[in-house]
């Protein structure tokens, strides 16, 4: 007999899938709404501000721009589908629509981890080569690495999408969780989703901790470096701005960790929906502050944009 048999659920083609992650609270779409208008202000304003003032017009900002950007994406890729559903009876999401949210998801997931590991080596060249720096991270190649975060994204978004969305699903519609992810549709699968599994963990923990080694290497020689300076003054300025980066990958890292990484992730989908709403929803929210907050260079700016404004 087929280790699917005793679902008592046929393989068939489905046109639409029920999202069944979150029941009807009014508290939890006033606290989703919130975080989210938050998020989408945050980083449409830190957008804003790199592009409007002339002093953050170098490297670092321009990776700090596109940063803002793909988290601006990572949550309009979910909530406003999630805080409709929270109005809805229905929760109906279509096949096609699934698969496209899926794609995009996994794409601006991945585009954010390659990012931050570019952000860290550019620290690096800043840091350790300043004199190089204006040659090594001229536009054309600050541009080229962005594009090629995007592009890796992109790949590893064609390939996850193509493996989850060929899988025969049940007739059970119900994915248990607030979004189309990976491991909940896999448990729809009517299938051996082995191959999957594999080639999820695989991807996952091969850009996970890739760019955690690039990131670990620059920092490691990035606090080498600080540390043989004499002024005292020059050594704080430079870990207050290497300080926000890492408290930003800190967390990114951590939450994709536990929720990707993680052997039996694929058992745990009460815990992966917090988890979710952490990486899709929070981080979004605090990158804007934790780079805002903590770095003069942005609050000066902002200080500035606000006094233009009002004078006229």
């Not at 600050?142 to 999408?161: D, F, H, K, M, P």
Request: proline share 4%.
């Amino acid at each position: 007999m087929s280790p699917y048999g005793n679902r008592n659920l046929s393989a068939m083609p489905l046109q639409k899938f029920v999202l069944d992650g979150f029941q009807t609270q009014a508290l939890l779409f006033a606290l989703f709404l919130a975080l989210y208008v938050v998020a989408i202000l945050g980083n449409l304003t830190m957008i804003v501000v790199v592009i409007l003032d002339a002093r953050l017009h170098s490297p670092m900002y321009f990776f700090l721009k596109n940063l803002s950007f793909v988290d601006l994406c990572y949550s309009s890729v979910i909530y406003p589908k999630t805080l409709a559903n929270f109005l809805s009876s229905s929760k109906v999401i279509t096949f096609a629509g699934c698969a496209t949210q899926f794609f995009f998801f996994s794409m601006v997931g991945t585009t954010e981890a390659f990012l931050l590991a570019v952000m860290a080596y550019d620290r690096l060249v800043a840091i350790c080569s300043p004199l190089c720096y204006p040659i090594s991270m001229r536009p054309s190649v600050c541009a080229c690495l962005v594009l090629g975060t995007y592009c890796g994204g992109c790949v590893n978004s064609i390939i996850q999408t193509s493996f989850t969305f060929s899988l025969p699903f049940c007739s059970s519609n119900h994915i248990d969780h607030f979004f189309c992810d990976v491991l909940p549709l896999l448990k729809l699968a009517c299938a051996d989703t082995t191959i999957n599994e594999l080639v999820m963990f695989g991807l996952c923990g091969l850009i996970t901790v890739g760019s955690i080694l690039v990131i670990l290497t620059s920092y490691g020689y990035i606090t080498v470096t600080i540390l043989k300076m004499r002024s005292g003054r020059g050594r704080h300025k430079l870990f207050s701005t290497c300080g926000s980066h890492l408290t930003a990958v800190s967390i990114y890292y951590g939450t994709v960790f536990v929720m990707y990484v993680q052997p039996g992730a694929v058992e745990s989908m009460e815990q992966g929906k917090m988890v979710s709403v952490f990486y899709t929803l929070v981080i979004p929210m605090l990158n804007p502050l934790i780079y805002s907050l903590r770095n003069k260079e942005v609050k000066d700016a902002l200080w500035r944009l606000g006094q233009k404004h009002t004078a006229t």
